[in-house]
């Protein structure tokens, strides 16, 4: 089948409704079959937990094309001057390229996020938790006073950014990620393009300062690497350092801002066991949060040639949209998906931070804070409350909170 000939879905991925609960529109679309046709995103996509799971790892697609033929070859337009600086920005990131331009800025940061390269942050990670808690008031806004500050606490001090340029950082990753949103206008794309040249100034004054005073964070390191496989021993190029340092200090933490915010909704909402973060085995909790409701449900990919997925046949450059959160609810795996259970078995099966070549690299880390909040979190507020409706982000790229105020 080709894209024309799967059935229609029709969905505004801006529609306030939607955004604040996509999960019933999910269902719509799952009814359609594994795949169909997104009129408002205009391709196609994948719901089936089997389908989506596969195309991740399925090396027949890719995150770029353009290594293979040109924009002109694949009769797309070329790229308007006004946008240059983002997309040149973009060209050296990791999360957009295959091999083996892929390979190799991976591996140079790979090692500083395993699992046993992270384990140690637990008590850090914590005590951060804990310090933010004794601020709170009696009614607090969590977003802005916990979900927020502890992953960009955690990865500036991880990349050796200055946390105090924190909120600043946090302005240029908001606007760099607006062009990521379904339907972005004219003022988006500006604003992205902005921040894009703003952060880099930034991260080519703060790598300038390290070379001349080097310290002991990732930065260093990355500084530093040397990459034998790489031609000539290749050093990182400038270029690809600061887009790998602004790549890890966005991916870093707006994701997992939501993914805290969403799993302390998900909890009090749904009457779930508080402690089961702080116990043995309390990953699996974790899990199961990422599992019902992911801060990123939408990631696409290329067809690298003639590749046929769940009976659609595309032809190469034709992109097709992977559907994380509604593979993470698929009957056929997970039994009774929408509900919350923290002893299921296999919970970690969802695919919320990926697979395959780009699963996510903070994975180990984003899984660690988020237990470490939450643990902290319920344990010094145990009766903690929602104070007031919870405000949705009015993005979908981003499926997460504006402001969720808590009482304890
Ligand atoms: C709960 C929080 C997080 C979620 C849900 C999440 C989700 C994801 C997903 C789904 C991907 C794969 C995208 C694709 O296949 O196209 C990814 C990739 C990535 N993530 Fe995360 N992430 C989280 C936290 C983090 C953290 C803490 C870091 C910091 C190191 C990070 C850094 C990255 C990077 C650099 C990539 C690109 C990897 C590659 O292309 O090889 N993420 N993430």
């Known amino acids: ?7 229609r879905f029709r969905q505004s991925p801006t529609d306030p409704a939607f955004m604040a609960d996509p ?21 196609p996509v994948l719901c089936g937990h089997a389908e989506v799971s596969a195309a991740l790892r ?21 790229i308007p001057e006004r946008l240059a600086p983002f997309y040149a920005f973009e060209a050296h990131s990791l999360l957009e390229r295959e091999p083996p331009v892929h390979t190799r800025l991976r591996k140079l940061v790979n090692r500083a996020f ?18 933010l808690i004794d601020e709170f008031e009696p009614e607090t806004e969590l977003m802005e006073r916990f979900a927020t500050p502890i992953p960009l606490t955690v990865i500036a001090d991880l990349l050796g950014a200055p946390v105090e340029a924190g909120p600043q950082m946090l302005e240029w990753s908001h606007d760099m990620v607006g062009m990521y949103q379904a339907g972005r206008d004219r003022a988006a794309e500006d604003r992205a393009v902005a921040a894009t040249e703003a952060f ?13 005073r080097p310290g002991e964070a990732l930065i260093d390191a990355l500084i530093a690497a040397e990459d034998p496989s790489a031609e000539g021993g290749a050093r990182l190029s400038e270029p690809e350092l600061v887009t790998t340092c602004i790549l890890l200090l966005n991916a870093g933490h707006e994701a997992t801002v939501h993914a805290i915010g969403n799993a302390v909704r ?7 066991d508080r402690a089961a973060f702080g116990r043995a085995g309390g990953e699996r909790a974790v899990d199961e949060c990422l599992r019902l409701d992911p801060p990123l449900h939408l990631f696409s990919r290329y067809a690298l040639g003639e590749v046929e997925v769940a009976g659609l046949r595309l032809k190469l450059g034709e992109e097709v949209g992977l559907l994380l959160a509604a593979a993470n609810r698929d009957p056929d795996v997970f ?3 929408a ?25 180990p880390l984003a899984r660690l804070e988020m237990r470490a909040a939450l643990a902290v979190l319920f344990r010094r507020w145990p009766e903690l409350r929602l104070a007031g409706p919870p405000r949705r982000s009015g993005r979908w790229h981003f499926h997460g909170h504006e402001a969720l105020r808590i009482a304890s």
């Open 266 to 272: 998900l909890v009090v909402e749904g009457g779930l």
């Open 1 to 7: 089948m080709r894209p024309d000939d799967l059935p």
């Open 335 to 337: 039994a009774d998906p």
């Open 23 to 43: 999960y019933p529109a999910y269902e719509r679309l799952r009814a359609l079959g594994p795949v169909a046709f997104w009129e408002e995103l205009g391709k």
């Open 114 to 131: 395993t699992s046993r390269a992270v384990a140690g942050l637990g008590p850090w990670i914590e005590g951060l938790a804990e310090s």
């Open 58 to 78: 399925d090396r027949r697609f890719g995150r770029e094309v353009t290594h293979l033929a040109s924009r002109e070859a694949l009769g797309w337009d070329p």
């Open 200 to 212: 880099s100034a930034f991260m080519r004054e703060l790598i300038a300062q390290r070379r001349r």
């Open 339 to 363: 509900r919350a259970d923290f002893a299921r078995e296999g919970a970690d099966r969802h695919v919320s931070l990926g697979a395959g070549l780009h699963f996510c690299v903070g994975a």
